[in-house]
């Protein structure tokens, strides 16, 4: 294996030998070995100037920009999860505002729906009161007429027989034996008028 390689690059070498010395008879200077120590130089010499102006200035503006973006692209990261932080934090004292708002109306609410039941009651008890003590005067005024309407009547009774009388007779009639009749006519029919 060894041995074919070593014959391989030999057979490889011979050929660009030939090619190389071929080339020179045709006009290829590039391939004359004369020429190859300078072009060898003038290689090295514009490599290296290369190297030079790519390393001194060219790549430090380079990595320095790339630096640059770099840490401008994690402060931006820092930023943005430090915005991210604030949102979620403002979102939770929101929704804490939210929720406390929602308590407190609700509270308010239970008080105003006590207070308006309480004034209810209470202008109920007072209605109430106010319909009793109404009902007692009238009641109170019923039982005083009651009281009073059988005298009141039987004088209008009296009155009314007397003035009856007196015009179907044409003279004045006792007025102590109408007010006698009448008193008796009274007592027997009291309690069907009156429920005595």
């Known amino acids: 294996m060894f041995i074919k390689k070593i014959l391989f690059s030999i057979i490889l070498y011979c050929a660009l030998v ?7 008879s045709g006009g290829m200077p590039q391939l004359d070995p ?3 120590f300078s072009q060898i130089f003038w290689l090295v010499f514009t ?10 200035f060219i790549l430090p503006n380079i990595s320095s920009n790339l630096e640059n973006r770099k840490s401008q692209i994690l402060e931006n990261i820092e930023k943005a999860e430090e915005q991210r932080q604030e949102s979620e934090d403002k979102i939770k004292e929101f929704d804490k505002i939210i929720y406390e708002s929602k308590v407190q ?15 209810i009651n209470n202008k109920k008890k007072l209605l109430e009161d106010e319909i009793n003590s109404e009902i007692k005067a009238v009641e ?21 027989s ?21 008193e008796d006519l009274s007592k ?3 309690g069907k008028y009156y429920g005595v």
């Open 18 to 24: 030939k090619t190389a010395l071929s080339a020179e």
């Open 34 to 36: 004369e020429f190859w």
């Open 47 to 56: 490599f290296g100037l290369l190297f030079l102006i790519l390393s001194k």
């Open 105 to 119: 109306a609700k509270n308010i609410l239970n008080e105003a729906k006590k207070k308006i039941s309480e004034d």
């Open 140 to 160: 109170n005024e019923i039982n005083e007429l009651r009281k009073r309407s059988p005298e009141t009547i039987n004088q209008i009774a009296i009155s009314t």
């Open 162 to 182: 007397s003035d009856l009388l007196k015009q179907l007779i044409g003279a004045d009639v006792n007025q102590s034996n109408i007010s006698a009749i009448v």
């Open 188 to 190: 027997k029919e009291k």
